[in-house]
Each structure stands twice: as C-alpha cells, then as structure tokens.
C-alpha cells in the first residue's frame, strides 16, 4: 500500500468547501478488501493529474464516513469542489473505476 488511512483529518464541512478534484477513499489499512483494492485503485488514478487524495480511516461512528453514507470498504468518492461526481464500492477491477476516472478528467477540465 503506498499511503496509509489516517483517522480523520477532514469534517464534512471542510470537505464541501475543498477546491477541484478530490479523491476520498474509505476504508482501513488492516481491511482484506482495501488491500486488494489498492494497486487497482493506485493504477487507476496514478496518471490522473491535478487532484487530491485522502485516505480516510473509516469505522463505526466515524462522522465523515457516515455523512457520506459509507457501508463498505473500500468506498472511493470522487468530489468535484466538494460536490460529489462519482462513487466507486470495493471495485474488483480496472473497469470499476474507469467511470470514476473520466469523471475526474471531466471535472478537471470544468475547473480550469
């Protein structure tokens, strides 16, 4: 894994308010799931240029998590100054987070 979820850094009023693409992606470092999902996730955005991402720790109670309604992990959601464009749930391929990924380029190219 090349980052490690952080416990939360971020509330959801931060995150509403944040400039351009972000990318949060939910889940926890000792989830079987999100280790999978990693180098899946790392290969999909790691030519996608001019945006951010937050690994968040996620579990219960954790208010960012929940205001987002995240159930499963790992669950990537892709915010677009601070509106949310695309949501990706425990993606098992390549093609899972292809829509996510143009939907990056699209929100790139509108905040330009």
């Known amino acids: 894994m090349s980052d490690r979820y952080l416990a939360e850094t971020l509330t959801r009023a931060e995150a509403d308010e944040l400039p351009g693409v972000t990318v949060l992606q939910f889940g926890t470092d000792w989830c079987g799931y999100c280790q ?5 996730i790392d290969a999909a955005l790691g030519g ?31 915010l677009n100054n601070g509106v949310e464009v695309a949501r990706v749930v425990r993606p098992r391929g390549g093609e899972d987070l292809a829509d996510a990924v143009a ?10």
């Not at 999978?36 to 899946?40: F, G, I, M, N």
């Not at 937050?54 to 109670?61: H, S």
């Not at 929940?66 to 992990?73: E, M, T």
């Open 36 to 40: 999978a999902a990693e180098p899946l």
């Open 48 to 78: 996608v240029e001019g945006r951010r991402r937050v690994l968040v720790e996620d579990g219960p109670g954790r208010p960012l998590g929940r205001s987002y309604r995240v159930k499963l992990w790992p669950t990537v959601i892709v």
């Open 103 to 112: 939907k990056i380029g699209q929100a790139s190219e509108s905040t330009r």
